[in-house]
Nanobody, 123 residues
Framework: QVQRVESGGGLVQAGGSLRLSCAAS????????VAWFRQAPGKEREFVAA????????YYADSVKGRFIISRDNSKNMVYLQMNSLKTEDTAVYYC????????????????WGQGTQVTVAS
């Protein structure tokens, strides 16, 4: 019955889609730039996408541009990552993080409050 920060992951075939959700309980996400990162075993946490407080400014990693869409609904205190055309190399644990600054892609500039959600893409 514990509310997850990140949810929506799972097993999907290559070419499929998943929608991840970020819900940081006890915190007001509208106050923050929110980014999605992912981390595969033995790898550093990798930037995926970021969205500004107003949703006006969005950044994507080149590897996901054109396939993933980050969005937020501040009225619901939620941030989403729609992942389309998934590839096996997208397999990782996905985390949402919050920052007070826009423009950085470094995981060190973000606070991570959840356990992540596993995304596995099968060929």
């Amino acid at each position: 019955q514990v509310q997850r920060v990140e949810s929506g992951g799972g097993l999907v075939q290559a070419g499929g889609s998943l929608r991840l959700s970020c819900a940081a309980s006890g915190r007001t996400l509208r106050r923050y730039v929110v980014a999605w990162f992912r981390q595969a075993p033995g790898k550093e946490r990798e930037f995926v996408a970021a969205i500004s407080r107003s949703s006006i400014t969005i950044y994507y990693a080149d590897s996901v541009k054109g396939r993933f869409i980050i969005s937020r609904d501040n009225s619901k205190n939620m941030v989403y990552l729609q992942m389309n055309s998934l590839k096996t190399e997208d397999t990782a644990v996905y985390y949402c993080g919050a920052s007070e600054r826009l423009g950085t892609r470094s995981s060190y500039e973000y606070e991570f409050w959840g356990q992540g959600t596993q995304v596995t893409v099968a060929s």
